[in-house]
């Protein structure tokens, strides 16, 4: 499985990298009333409205601003494409099978949570962008954008 890894504080991620669009540098984030607590806002990617998400509040993990350090990863998820805030984006990688362990192994619940990877430098843990929205927040988020 090839994968695009990326880092939120010291924790190394990872998306299927055939869920992934593009990776560029932040922008700035246009505020979207009544849009749920994961989503930061919006931005306009090549005439499209995309929602940006905070996944550091999915993993409860320190708020800090959004920099032009930081990197964006446009990706799909299920019916929708998103925009994922991230630290870095580390680069591609190839992870055989034999060397990942499904999510319901060790984290079960974590819908959102594919598995995890054992590479040479360490564990990646890698997400399913389909199940990473509630069905609260999918809906929540659609009425925001019409709204908009």
């Given at each position: 499985?090839?994968?695009?890894?990326?880092?939120l504080d010291d924790w190394r991620c990872a998306l299927e990298l055939s869920t992934v669009e593009r990776a560029y540098r932040a922008v700035a984030v246009t505020p979207l009333p009544d849009a749920p607590d994961i989503v930061l806002g919006v931005i306009?990617?090549?005439?499209?409205?995309?929602?940006?998400?905070?996944?550091r509040r999915r993993f409860r993990?320190?708020?800090?601003?959004?920099?032009?350090?930081?990197?964006?990863?446009?990706?799909?998820?299920?019916?929708?494409?998103l925009v994922l805030v991230v630290d870095t984006v580390s680069g591609v990688i190839e992870c055989?099978?034999?060397?990942?362990?499904s999510a319901s192994?060790?984290?079960?619940?974590?819908?959102?949570?594919?598995?995890m990877a054992r590479l040479k430098d360490g564990m990646v843990l890698i997400?399913?962008?389909?199940?990473?929205?509630s069905l609260e927040e999918?809906?929540?988020?659609?009425?925001?954008?019409r709204s908009r």
């Open positions: 499985m090839m994968l695009l890894v990326f880092t306009n990617v090549r005439g499209a409205i995309l929602p940006v998400v905070n996944i993990l320190a708020e800090k601003e959004l920099t032009p350090d930081d990197k964006f990863i446009v990706a799909h998820a299920a019916d929708r494409l055989p099978a034999r060397d990942m362990t192994a060790i984290l079960p619940g974590m819908a959102y949570v594919e598995g997400h399913d962008l389909a199940r990473f929205l999918k809906t929540a988020l659609e009425q925001a954008l």
